[in-house]
């Protein structure tokens, strides 16, 4: 069943906007790797682009974006192996296969997010995690929000995304005993996103819109926490 293109770009833009957290924080949790994540998220989308005007657009677009982006994530593990870290990797791609699709199971952007916003990482790299991996904005986009050169912003990422490895951040959310201070720090990162876009400038703008999207999905997802309400 074939679709048009404009209702293709549509669905695709929609499914960017809701899924792209999502597909991100799932293929993290398989891999440990953000920028394999990243990767194959992007690819994922790609593949959407070229498919759905043949295929039609999915009933459930997150779902069939998350196998697109793990079966290529499958891929490039097969390709890169080396070692036996790699191989488990693996198993627990093959493994996870049948598991319920990512809009069923919240948890890892749950994850994503306190990740993103650890207290360990430096105030302004918790800002640009945050809306690198779960807004999907490209480096460029953050760096013009953000008046800051592009060349600095991606810098700042590298050293984010290092710091999580090399000091063990845990992909997790907190114990109960740190959800208060570690929530805070997430809080303060949106509200700083939301402030970020009041100005006369458009591409500043639309940083208000990703606090408020960022801070109903927190919402959503820790209904009995008031903090976030």
């Known amino acids: 069943m074939t679709a048009p293109e404009h209702a293709v770009r549509a ?14 924080a799932t293929l993290i949790g398989l891999t440990r790797d953000w920028d394999l994540a990243e990767d194959c ?8 682009l070229a498919t759905w005007p043949r295929d039609g ?26 070692g036996n870290a790699k191989l488990r990797q693996l198993a627990i791609l093959a493994r996870d296969q049948g598991e319920p699709p990512v809009g069923e199971i919240p948890d890892d952007r749950l994850r994503l997010i306190f990740t993103c916003c650890h ?32 060349t600095t912003m991606a810098q ?4 984010a995304k290092r ?25 303060a990162v949106l509200y700083l996103i939301f402030n970020e876009g009041y100005s006369d400038q458009d591409s500043r703008r639309a940083l208000t819109a990703e606090a408020i999207h960022l801070a109903r999905v927190l919402a959503r997802l820790m209904p009995h926490e008031p903090e976030p309400l």
């Open 11 to 24: 669905a695709v833009d929609a499914a960017y906007r809701d899924e792209w957290g999502q597909v991100v």
């Open 41 to 48: 998220a992007q690819d994922a989308f790609a593949a959407a």
């Open 57 to 82: 657009i999915p009933s459930r677009p997150g779902a069939w974006l998350t196998t697109a982006a793990r079966n290529r994530a499958t891929d490039r593990l097969r390709r890169d192996t080396a």
């Open 119 to 150: 207290p360990a990482l430096p105030f302004e790299a918790r800002v640009a995690l945050t809306l690198r991996t779960l807004a999907g904005l490209s480096t460029a986009e953050i760096a013009k929000a953000f008046l800051t050169a592009e």
């Open 156 to 159: 700042r990422l590298v050293r």
């Open 163 to 187: 710091k999580i490895a090399e000091a063990g951040i845990p992909y997790r959310v907190p114990p109960a005993e740190l959800l208060p201070e570690r929530l805070a720090s997430v809080l």
